[in-house]
């Protein structure tokens, strides 16, 4: 009597378990017939052409200026300082006055001297005339004579005394801070005030010896710097190489001249170095932004024309493609391999785009590239 109602409700719960394996599979059909028949629009997509590009080649390097003629201007001779004549950072010409040290002995000294040259002097012409009469001996007369040109040499050691104290600019430059103050006692040596010649400057950078040939006298460069004004370059040119390798680096110095109108660059400045190669270099140039950059390979997407029956209807794929990049340039970077001229790539969006993706051609918004791009400040 106990047995026939668990059966009834072991077959109750088989048939509750049937159903709802039933409605299940029903809605997993569905699900599947459903995505089956659901197509994924295109991707819109901006494309250009893989260029055949002639960029100019050449050596970069890191450089560090240096004046064409640069000093620390200091005291030749001890003393006390009366006067100066400049202004911190101001522009001096050559010999114009910086510091005037205490001259009054040696002003006292020098009249004395010159007094004594002017005796000396008629002295020698007197006997000069008495020897043409033969009325005194010629010993007499080369005695004034020696006299006169001693006398004459004591008031020029006192006159370069006083130039010495006399400090003044070696040559036309820009001053820097003042070292000195008035009333200060200097001594030989003294450091008074660093003078630089700012127009033009020297480049003073190196490059590996195999690039010997690529840095002759005369090839142009181009210099910019974190200290210019954003996107500024100053041009020069290279005038001198060094006759001899660094045997422990290898490395060729080389010293280039450029034009410094307002100063902008100063010495011991680090600056960007660009020399300029007569020859061209043929590359095949796509955009930067085209690139998908990884960690094991750089690679790109083609756009192709898709036939129908090969997975879907007819239309344009993108088909992923490893390169292997050269050197950037501008908005650009060179192809070494994996391109031909002509073929067309994604030119912007690459990380949103898959293998055999359906995508839309729009250059309608495709950005502007530029091997010499001006970026602007908005």
Do not use: C
């Not at 028949?37 to 250009?48: D, G, M, N, Q, R």
């Not at 114009?96 to 002097?121: F, N, P, Y």
């Amino acid at each position: 009597m106990k047995i026939k109602p668990l059966l009834l409700g072991i077959g109750g719960i088989l048939v509750v378990v049937g159903l709802l394996a039933g409605g299940k599979a029903l809605q997993i059909g569905a699900l599947i017939k459903n995505k089956k028949a659901k197509i994924l629009p295109p991707e819109v997509v901006a494309t250009s052409r893989v260029q055949q590009q002639n960029w100019e080649s050449l050596v970069i390097a890191v450089g560090s200026l240096e004046a064409v003629q640069g000093v620390t201007v200091a005291a030749e001779l001890t003393g006390k300082v009366v006067a100066i004549s400049f202004e911190p950072g101001g522009q001096v010409k050559a010999g114009d006055l910086l510091v005037q040290q205490d001259i009054s002995q040696e002003a006292a000294q020098l009249r004395a001297a010159e007094a004594t040259v002017a005796l000396s002097k008629v002295t020698f012409e007197r006997a000069k005339k008495m020897l043409e009469t033969k009325v005194v001996a010629e010993a007499n007369y080369d005695n004034a004579e020696a006299q006169m040109k001693q006398s004459l040499a004591q008031a020029d050691t006192i006159r370069a005394i006083i130039a010495k104290k006399t400090i003044r600019a070696p040559f036309d430059g820009r001053l820097g801070i003042r070292q000195v103050h008035i009333g200060q006692i200097i001594r030989e040596g003294t450091p008074i005030v660093s003078l630089q010649s700012l127009d033009p400057i020297f480049v003073n950078f190196l490059v590996p010896q195999q690039q010997l040939a690529q840095v002759q006298p005369g090839y142009p460069v181009r210099i910019t710097s974190d200290g210019l004004p954003a996107g500024q370059v100053i041009t020069g040119a290279i005038t001198a190489v060094n006759p001899e390798v660094d045997t422990a680096s290898r490395n060729l110095r080389v010293q280039a001249t450029v034009a410094n109108q307002g100063h902008l660059l100063r010495p011991g400045m680090f600056v960007n170095v660009a020399v300029v190669q007569p020859q061209s270099n043929p590359v095949l140039a796509i955009p930067a932004t085209a690139v998908l950059y990884a960690p094991y390979s750089d690679s790109v997407f083609l756009v192709e024309e898709a036939k129908e029956g090969e997975g879907g209807p007819a239309g344009q794929v993108v088909r992923q493609q490893f390169v292997r990049l050269g050197e950037k340039y501008g908005d650009f970077v060179a192809v070494s391999s994996g391109l031909a001229p002509g073929q067309t790539v994604v030119a912007t969006g690459v990380f949103k785009l898959r293998n055999g993706l359906a995508v839309t051609v729009d250059n309608a918004l495709l950005p502007e590239f530029k091997l010499t791009p001006q970026p602007k400040d908005e």
